[in-house]
């Protein structure tokens, strides 16, 4: 019946079976386990009639014109770039720490003096990992770090990851910069926006062929096994000699018999309130107050005109498997040890010739949606089309 199979229906999923049902008009079955597609960019309408983005705020940019293209097969956009605001010593200032940023938080004379020489060391218009500046010898600019660093970052990442930042991967901490710049975008890509109907119509519109079948509400293992063994997929009770495009946890696949990878979870918190807008931007991180990380309002994002607005707080959370609200893994956690027992997951993984692994979760990486979307077309050209 099929010549694929899909597990997931994410960014990753819906790629590779939009591509393999357009453009080698073969068969394939998505399963996915939750009662929507779109993964964890799905959104919705909540009860007030305002959309929000149900596991939290999604944001499209990127440098790829040949993904943005892609994409835009499926939508059209609302072009929107994206502001952060961080509660810094009670005030709201750019994030990531910029120029401006710097002028709204220090004396004048210390700033002007901070600024020449961030310039001078570094450039403008650059972007500086907190964890390299913190290494510079110039005492001004140690100064600064150190600020930064206390007041920026430290205590947002302990929040988020529950760990320091020396303790992560330099992927990780590299991803909220001193920008050195007065551009108060939270991305600088060439191409940034929100699906104009949203995310989950994108989806629709992808998936929308008579050769994809989709089976939501379904934990694949209740239709497809692998024998760890022989190394053959039984679909429905019979062999499967097509393809296997798995991009979900590597470690369900091989039932954690190596151990399991850890991951960062999230807790969400929505709230409608009776007014039109709450904040001035997007998101407002709170570094350094509160149990939660930020707060969105999705209006901002979505550009959408309504009487109320939906705002949400976001918990980071351990993982946990075997205890719901806190079972979706969000951030694999990439330091070396788990990075060694994803290793030996892939070199297993790799035994399987009709397997293929695509994904944040399948590859234990952490990949922006661009970045999953340009994977996934690459897969697809690679492992699926020119074999």
């Not at 369900?252 to 009776?274: A, H, I, Q, V």
């Not at 901002?300 to 205890?323: A, C, F, M, R, W």
């Amino acid at each position: 019946m099929f010549d694929y199979v899909v597990i997931g229906a994410g960014f990753a999923g819906a790629v590779i079976a939009e591509r393999i049902a357009n453009k080698l008009n073969k068969k394939v079955l998505i399963i996915e386990k939750r009662n929507h597609i779109g993964g964890n960019a799905y959104d919705c309408f909540d009860k007030n009639g305002i959309l929000i983005h149900k596991y939290g705020p999604h944001i499209f940019h990127t440098r790829l014109k040949s993904v943005w293209d892609y994409l835009s097969n499926f939508t059209e956009w609302n072009f929107y770039h994206h502001h952060v605001l961080g509660v810094i010593d009670g005030k709201k200032v750019p994030i990531p720490f910029n120029l401006n940023t710097l002028h709204e938080l220090l004396p004048k004379s210390i700033s002007n003096i901070m600024e020449e020489k961030l310039i001078d060391k570094f450039g403008y218009n650059v972007k500086v990992p907190i964890l390299k500046l913190r290494e510079a010898e110039d005492e001004d600019l140690k100064f600064l770090a150190n600020f930064v660093y206390e007041k920026v970052f430290l205590n947002y990442t302990t929040k988020q990851w529950g760990m320091k930042p020396e303790d992560l991967d330099p992927t990780v901490t590299g991803r909220v910069p001193v920008y050195i710049s007065k551009d108060n975008r939270y991305f600088q890509d060439a191409y940034q926006g929100i699906p104009k109907e949203g995310y989950t119509k994108l989806f629709e519109r992808m998936l929308d062929h008579s050769n994809i079948k989709i089976m939501t509400n379904t934990d694949y293992k209740e239709v497809l096994s692998i024998d760890k063994e022989t190394k053959e997929i039984v679909l429905f009770g019979q062999k499967f000699n097509g393809k296997l495009i798995y991009t979900g946890k590597i470690d369900e696949l091989f039932d954690y018999e190596m151990g399991e990878l850890p991951y960062r979870s999230l807790r969400f918190e929505f709230e409608t309130l009776e007014k039109e807008f709450y904040q001035e931007v997007g998101t407002v991180n709170y570094p350094n107050d509160y149990n939660f990380t930020r707060i969105t309002e999705f209006k901002h994002l979505s550009g959408q005109n309504h009487p109320k607005t939906t705002i949400v707080k976001e918990y980071p959370q351990q993982y946990n498997k075997d205890i719901p609200g806190q079972d979706i893994p969000y951030y694999p956690i990439q330091v070396e040890e788990n990075k060694k027992l994803y290793k030996k997951y892939k070199e297993f993984a790799d035994e399987f010739e009709n397997l293929i692994l695509v994904g944040r979760l399948a590859e234990y990486t952490y990949y922006d949606m661009d970045a999953v979307v340009a994977k996934a077309l690459k897969v697809f050209k690679e492992k699926i089309e020119n074999e």
